[in-house]
C-alpha cells in the first residue's frame, strides 16, 4: 500500500471542525491511524484536530491526517481536567480513545453538534455501536466509524519517514527493553544475552527508550557489552525514534509502541508478546518481516507488576531463532553468551528502571 504523504496544512477557516480523542501513548495512536485517516477523507473540508499528548503532535502531523493537534494527555486515574478546546463547539467529536465514561463527558463537555462512540449507560446522546470485547485494536476502530459508514483500511497503518532528522544509527538493530507496565516486559538480563550475541556476531547493536527508561537500557547495555553511545535511550525525541526505526535493520522489543513502529516502516521485527495477545495489538496477519512470539496461558493483569508468565515462556534460544530467520534466513542463529540465564525470573527491580508513563491504557475510561 502507498505511504501518505504529510498533509499539507492549510489556513483554518472559519468552518465546521472535526475533534477526534485519543489521548493515550505511541502505539495507540499508531494503532488508530487508520481511523484516523478514514475520518480525514470523509470530512475532507472539516479541520481536523487530534487531542493527544504533546510529545506525539509531530507524529500525528506525519500521518498526512492532522491539520491541528490540541495538546492533552488523558490521566491514567482520577478525574480528567477539560480539554483545552477554544472557539465554539465542534461540529463532530469521534471518540477513539475509550468505551466512556470519562473520555465521552470531556467530549460533551465541548457541547458538540454530534458525538460518535461506543455507547454508554450515562451518555445516551453518544453513537454507535455496542463496545466489542474482543477483536484488534485496530477493527476496534475501524469498525465504529463502519458504523457510521465510513470506510476504514485497516491495513492503512504506513508512515513516511521524518524529512527534517537524520537517523541516528541507520542499519542498526534496535533492541528496545521497556514498556509501560512491568508486566509486558521482558526480564533485562534476556534482552542483555539477545543484545550480546548480535554484537558477538559482528552486528551493531542499540538500546533504545525513553529518558524515565534511561537507567535500564544502560543496564541492559552493561551486561551485553555494549559501549555507551549505543544507548539511545533518553537522547531521542518522537520523530528521532521514528527516523531509528524506519532505518533500522531489525527491531526487537516486547509489546510497545516501537513494534508499532516497526509495523508502520515495514521494519523487520521480532516482537515478544505477553499478556495480551498479539491478535489483538501485533501487526496484521501475513507480514513476514514480523516475527511474532506468543504463548498462550491464563489471563493476567496487563497492569501488573510483575512479568506476565505468557511473556516468560519466550525464552532467549527462541528469540535468537526468529532473529536469525529475519536477519539471515535459516543461517545458524548467534550463538547465546554463557553468561546469561536464560528462562530465570529475574529478581526485584529497582525503581529506577520503571518507565515514568505507560504506552497504552489497558481499559481506556
Known sequence: MAVTAPRVLRPQSAGPRLLVLRALGLGDLLAGVPAIRALRRAFDRQWLVLATPPALAPLALLTGAVDEVLPYSAPETGPWPPLPWPGGPPDLAVNLHGRGPQSHRALLELRPRRVWGFPHSSFPGVSGPAWPDAGHEVAR???????????????????????????????????????????????????????????????????????????????????????????????????????????????????????????????????????????????????????????????????????????????????????????????????????????LVPGPRSADQVPQTADRAAAAP
Do not use: K, M
Not at 208 to 226: C, F, I, K, N, T
Not at 273 to 280: L, T
Not at 314 to 327: F, H, K, N, P, Q
Open 141 to 343: 476502530w475501524c469498525g465504529l466509524l463502519a458504523h457510521h459508514l465510513v470506510p476504514a483500511d485497516p491495513n492503512d497503518l504506513s508512515l513516511p519517514r521524518p524529512a527534517d532528522r537524520v537517523p541516528p544509527r541507520p542499519g542498526a538493530i534496535v533492541i528496545h527493553p521497556g514498556a509501560g507496565y512491568e508486566a509486558r516486559r521482558w526480564p533485562p538480563d534476556r534482552f542483555a544475552a539477545i543484545a550480546a550475541a548480535l554484537r558477538d556476531a559482528g552486528h551493531p547493536v542499540v538500546v533504545s527508550g525513553g529518558a524515565a527508561e534511561r537507567p535500564l537500557a544502560v543496564a541492559v547495555a552493561d551486561q551485553a557489552g555494549l559501549d555507551r553511545a549505543d544507548v539511545l535511550a533518553g537522547r531521542t525525541d518522537t520523530l528521532d525514534l521514528a527516523a531509528l526505526v524506519a532505518t533500522a535493520r531489525l527491531v526487537v522489543c516486547g509489546d510497545t509502541g516501537v513494534g508499532h513502529l516497526a509495523t508502520a516502516y515495514g521494519t523487520p521485527s521480532v516482537l515478544l508478546f505477553g499478556p495480551v495477545p498479539p491478535d489483538e495489538w501485533g501487526p496484521p496477519a501475513g507480514r513476514r518481516q514480523h516475527a511474532v512470539l506468543w504463548h498462550d496461558a491464563a489471563p493476567t493483569d496487563p497492569r501488573d507488576s510483575r512479568p506476565s508468565p505468557a511473556l516468560l515462556q519466550i525464552s532467549v534460544r527462541e528469540t535468537l531463532d526468529a532473529v536469525a530467520t529475519l536477519l539471515e534466513g535459516d543461517a545458524e542463529p548467534p550463538a547465546v553468551a554463557s553468561r546469561t540465564a536464560d528462562d
